[in-house]
């Protein structure tokens, strides 16, 4: 079988291309297409580039500081860059969600994933914590408000789409849903009681912060619709409507444990830490971007946000998050 030489317009052409130009017929006429017009635009059409693919130009130039201090750069390119991981974990909630007959190794595949991703971002969030001059960081965090990290929609979707909503309520008054039926009207309670309104809630008023405002009004609509949406499809329901068989498949509980872990308390203590650094001052606490109370709203022992409690043993569930605390915040904090 000879191949064509493409310096001599008159060499035949191999077997192996004649075969890949019948099945392009084929495809395109089972849709009702004309294979010859794609063809025209094929020899048409120019070569893919690397920056044109990934749209390298736009990437670069979304970076829009407030102020002329150089380390903003850093913390806008930091949380565009996380928000981008956020978005990778809802495309592999997504292909769970959507995934018919779900098996568990097709199940732990993703839920590796989604570690992984979130694995990235706990290591990487050091860029935070020790990448940014404090001075520089106090003076250009004046001019970001009222944003907050606070406000990451995508965060609460993943939440939203990891486990029942119900656990997502502040803990005060948790048990007093645990029982209902899942519906819209139930939904609409529930979120009134959502855990993060209190980090974003003036302690002394009892009001909401501009931030949780803002918040509310962008997200709220396609928060509750998707917490309805997922009701019956959120990783939980996934998992808990599996054959038992595949229920008790040790690798997919690790998963899910390690996936309880780093969005309940691994993420949300690099912030704590990272704010230690930045807004604790002797005697006093800096308040956070927003107004957030972020020494109520951060430490995952105050909320005890668990998402699967069930693979959690009594004594895993009554130190939640606080053996990270001690270890990585307060005996460093000691040390410095």
Known sequence: MGKSDPKNLSSPLSDEIIDK??????????????????????????????WDYIQLDTLLSLQKPRTAIPDEEIFIMYHQITELY????????????????LKA??????????????????????????????????????????????QSGQYRMIEICSTDFHRLIDKEVRDEFTKHKVNEKQIDELFE??????????LATGEKTLTLKQFEK??????????????????????????????????????????????NINWPLVHYKSAARYLQKDPEDIAATGGTNWQKYLPPRFQKRIFYPTLWTGDELNSWGKSWVDENVLFKNSKA
């Open 218 to 263: 962008k997200y709220s609509k396609e928060f509750k619709e998707l917490a309805l949406d997922y009701a019956d499809k959120n990783l939980w329901a996934l998992y808990s409507n599996l054959p038992e068989e595949e229920r008790n498949n040790e690798d997919l509980i690790e998963q899910l444990r390690f996936l309880d872990v780093n969005v």
């Open 105 to 150: 190794d097709f199940f732990i595949a993703r839920l590796k994933r989604i570690n992984n991703y979130f694995r990235a971002l706990t290591h990487s969030f050091e860029i935070m914590i020790q990448g940014m001059e404090k001075e520089q960081f106090l003076k250009f965090r004046m001019a970001l408000l009222p944003a907050s990290g606070f």
């Open 193 to 202: 009681h959502i855990y993060w309104k209190k980090g974003a809630t003036e």
């Open 86 to 101: 956020f978005k990778l974990c809802l495309h592999e909630i997504r292909q769970l969600a959507s995934k018919e007959s």
């Open 21 to 50: 130009v019948r099945q392009l017929e084929e495809k395109y006429a089972a849709m009702g297409q004309d294979l010859g017009a794609y063809l025209d635009g094929l020899i048409y059409s120019d070569y893919v580039t690397y």
